[in-house]
T-cell receptor, first 116, second 115 residues
Framework: DAKTTQPTSMDCAEGRAANLPCNHS???????VYWYRQIHSQGPQYIIH???NNETNEMASLIITEDRKSSTLILPHATLRDTAVYYC?????????????????FGKGTKLSVKP | DTEVTQTPKHLVMGMTNKKSLKCEQH?????MYWYKQKAKKPPELMFV???????INESVPSRFSPECPNSSLLNLHLHALQPEDSALYLC??????????????FGDGTRLSIL
């Protein structure tokens, strides 16, 4: 089972910031928070990941709360092409061979619709 | 554009056919993955290869047979599939398997339809 909780859907106006929340209250100190998105008819696209500190790259910013129990993905200026399903995934730091630890386990994600 | 290339993009096959899906990456990654995604559902892991050796099989039926002939190529051989196997099959790669700090990069998948 996925270890994250996300809203089923969200709307955002084009040009405004999109703030996508994720709850991961059972996260351990050895687990990363990953964000992927999947645009219709394409494969999942890696966006960003972090462990404790906030992270920023050319696509988005990731804000992780101090207790690490929740995070927010921020798309600073959403465009129509950002319409997609956004997945928040908690992933262990190390893989154990023969087990599922460290695998990417996708939940249902948030369907973000950017509207003109 | 994705750096993981999957062919074919679409495949229609009968239940008695044998076909193969192909995945290629030239990023020097040593871990490769197969996922299955049913319509309106999230991707689910099928197989993991690490350094060309199968390290994880998520209880996938034997009618799906993976193969990793070299570090850049991953195949999924299909035989005697069922209509419920119709799905989007996604390939991904990452630098290594062992460390969770390495993002997986996905191809755009092969959309498979079983008649």
């Amino acid at each position: 089972d996925a270890k994250t909780t996300q809203p089923t859907s969200m709307d955002c106006a084009e040009g405004r910031a999109a703030n996508l929340p994720c709850n991961h209250s059972t996260i351990s100190g050895n687990e990363y928070v990953y964000w992927y998105r999947q645009i219709h008819s394409q494969g999942p696209q890696y966006i960003i990941h972090g462990l404790k500190n906030n992270e920023t790259n050319e696509m988005a910013s990731l804000i992780i709360t101090e207790d690490r129990k929740s995070s927010t993905l921020i798309l600073p200026h959403a465009t129509l092409r950002d319409t997609a399903v956004y997945y928040c995934i908690v992933r262990f730091r190390y893989m154990n061979y023969g087990g599922s630890q460290g695998n990417l386990i996708f939940g249902k994600g948030t369907k973000l619709s950017v509207k003109p | 554009d994705t750096e993981v290339t999957q062919t074919p993009k679409h495949l229609v096959m009968g239940m008695t056919n044998k076909k193969s899906l192909k995945c290629e990456q030239h990023m020097g990654h040593r871990a490769m993955y197969w996922y299955k995604q049913k319509a309106k559902k999230p991707p689910e892991l099928m197989f993991v290869y690490s350094y060309e050796k199968l390290s994880i099989n998520e209880s996938v039926p034997s009618r799906f047979s993976p193969e990793c002939p070299n570090s850049s190529l991953l195949n999924l051989h299909l035989h005697a599939l069922q209509p419920e196997d119709s799905a989007l099959y996604l390939c991904a790669s990452s630098q290594v398997v062992e460390v969770g700090n390495q993002p997986q990069h996905f191809g755009d998948g092969t959309r498979l339809s079983i008649l």
